[in-house]
């Protein structure tokens, strides 16, 4: 274990660390940080979630000079999302020092950027598209930078950012500090880093430290028209807290999204032909839980940090191991447990397999729930939602009217009544969506799957697996959670969607 006091980090560096409440560095950040602040390149091999925006942000902000207002460090990510992300976290650890920072992206109105542009940002992250257009509009001079990090620079290749990303580079000092950081290391980005970097050093996380261990995964195997019937009755009987759904396509998001709240779940989707607006808005009410459910595709929730997410499902089993890893990160973190669960079709049972070999990890099998068990399910919800009202509450203005009913009918008929009017029943109202077929998995040259294209945007198991419920979330309830999620979804849908 290292704390970040023992990384010889000035003292208002550590003022932001300290705010944020940080103290223990994760691997990530205890290896890169005093090679960067030597002055090293270097390449930083790590999943999302390892921590790597602190580790490469609080050396990039220890060398900030808060006195010269021309741009001193750039990163460029790959994701509007990510690159708001990246500059909200590069803010709260620039407290101390005040330094300035900005992010430009795409779907922004250009003209106000140009304005914030003028303010002198000491740091500017971006996407490779409006950087650049910012560079050749000379609206951004980065002849006094000192750090150009490079977040997620797999994923850069993926969308097809690498030229991009070169011209960005060429307009850089060639004295200058340089950071990479990306999942995995396909040629194309060794051949960036032999070509920009000047002997960097390699720093990899390892396999066991990017752990999936917190996450219990299952799978289902079913037919195409069978899955929306299949996620409904996951949702009555486990009753998540927080879901992201992930579809294949933009299609699928939309009509997913629509179909749920034609269900009565409180849902929304993101994808990449929503305006920046329409996403920032889908991601609040997700952040403030004015909406259950957020329906993604892997682009939109690439690099998402949402605390609290309780399960994951994979409507459609994603095209490459990689992504899957990814998708199931956003549960089970900050040492909480989760929940991911992905529908696989007879025709992809090698994408599983994929998958499996790639976390190392294999999914249980699960029984394609039925419409009694998701009935069950929002009645134990009820149930526990009962108890803990009798436990918790003060209900000495309801005993003389329940004396009253206890008169005339006998207990098991008002319990079974009280059950009857609070239960959610699953709804049956028909779903039709698009049929999409299933995608071939794709593998990089080194014989592990990989998604390498520009994109923007089974075996048995014996026994029957509990779906079960979760408990409620009232403070002083002592009921354990099974790990499937701890509130009952139909309680919160009567929750307002105003911000």
């Known amino acids: 274990m290292t704390l970040f006091s023992e990384l010889g980090l000035d003292r208002t560096s550590m003022k932001s660390i300290e705010k944020m409440g940080f103290e223990e560095a994760s691997p990530i950040q205890s290896q890169t940080i005093p090679l960067a602040l030597e002055g090293k390149d270097i390449i930083g091999q790590a999943q999302t979630g390892t921590g790597k925006t602190a580790a490469f942000g609080i050396p990039l902000m220890e060398n900030i000079d808060i006195s010269n207002e021309n741009v001193q460090g750039i990163v460029i990510a790959p994701t509007r999302e990510l690159a708001i992300q990246v500059s909200e976290e590069l803010f709260k650890l620039g407290y101390g020092k005040r330094a300035r920072v900005l992010a430009v992206y795409g779907g922004q109105d250009i003209d106000r950027q140009i304005r914030a542009l003028k303010k002198k940002p000491h740091i500017i992250v971006g996407t490779p598209g409006r950087l650049l257009d910012h560079i050749k509009r000379k609206?951004?001079?980065?002849?006094?930078?000192?750090?150009?990090?490079?977040?997620?620079?797999?994923?850069?290749?993926?969308?097809?950012?690498?030229?991009?990303?070169?011209?960005?580079?060429?307009?850089?000092p060639d004295e200058r500090q340089t950071l990479l950081f990306s999942a995995t290391m396909p040629d194309p980005i060794r051949k960036i880093a032999e070509r920009f970097m000047h002997e960097p050093v390699l720093v990899r996380v390892k396999a066991k430290e990017m752990t999936v261990d917190r996450i219990e995964q299952y799978y289902l195997e079913l037919k195409e028209s069978e899955k929306f019937d299949t996620l409904a009755r996951l949702f009555?009987?486990?009753?998540?807290?927080?879901?992201?759904?992930?579809?294949?396509?933009?299609?699928?998001v939309d009509e997913l999204a629509s179909a749920l709240n034609i269900r009565g779940y409180m849902a929304e989707g993101i994808h990449g032909d929503l305006s920046q607006a329409k996403r920032l808005s889908v991601l609040k009410k997700f952040k403030d839980r004015s909406i259950d459910v957020l329906v993604a595709t892997?682009?939109?929730?690439?690099?998402?940090?949402?605390?609290?997410?309780?399960?994951?499902?994979?409507?459609?089993?994603?095209?490459?191991?990689?992504?899957?890893?990814?998708?199931?990160?956003?549960?089970?973190?900050?040492?909480?447990?989760g929940i991911a669960i992905t529908f696989v079709t007879p025709r992809e049972r090698g994408q599983l397999h994929a998958v499996e070999h790639t976390t190392k990890k294999r999914m249980e099998k699960l029984k394609t729930p039925t419409l009694t068990e998701a009935l069950e399910g929002q009645q134990k919800a009820v149930t526990e939602k009962i108890l803990s009202t009798i436990e918790n509450d003060d209900l000495t203005l309801y005993l003389g009217q329940a004396e009253d009913l206890l008169q005339k009918h006998s207990a098991a008929d008002l319990v079974a009544a009280m059950l009857k009017s609070m239960t959610k029943e699953p709804d049956?109202?028909?779903?039709?969506?698009?049929?999409?077929?299933?995608?071939?998995?794709?593998?990089?040259?080194?014989?592990?799957?990989?998604?390498?294209?520009?994109?923007?945007?089974?075996?048995?198991?014996?026994?029957?697996?509990?779906?079960?419920?979760?408990?409620?979330?009232?403070p002083s309830s002592n009921r354990?959670?099974?790990?499937?999620g701890n509130r009952s979804t139909s309680q919160k849908r009567e929750k307002s969607n105003k911000i």
């Not at 009555?236 to 699928?252: C, E």
């Not at 690439?302 to 990160?329: A, C, K, M, W």
């Not at 794709?442 to 198991?461: A, C, D, L, P, V």
Request: no cysteine.
């Open 139 to 172: 609206n951004i001079k980065l002849g006094g930078v000192h750090t150009v990090v490079l977040d997620e620079a797999d994923e850069m290749l993926n969308m097809g950012f690498i030229e991009d990303i070169e011209s960005i580079l060429s307009t850089v």
């Open 236 to 252: 009555d009987i486990q009753t998540p807290d927080l879901a992201i759904v992930f579809g294949r396509t933009k299609r699928r």
């Open 428 to 474: 049956q109202t028909p779903i039709k969506l698009t049929e999409e077929s299933p995608s071939p998995m794709r593998r990089n040259r080194g014989g592990s799957s990989s998604s390498n294209n520009r994109q923007r945007n089974g075996r048995s198991s014996s026994g029957r697996k509990d779906y079960g419920s979760g408990s409620n979330k009232r």
């Open 298 to 337: 892997d682009v939109a929730a690439r690099g998402l940090d949402i605390s609290g997410v309780t399960h994951v499902y994979n409507f459609d089993i994603p095209q490459d191991p990689e992504s899957y890893v990814h998708r199931i990160g956003r549960t089970g973190r900050a040492g909480k447990h």
């Open 480 to 484: 354990k959670s099974n790990g499937y």
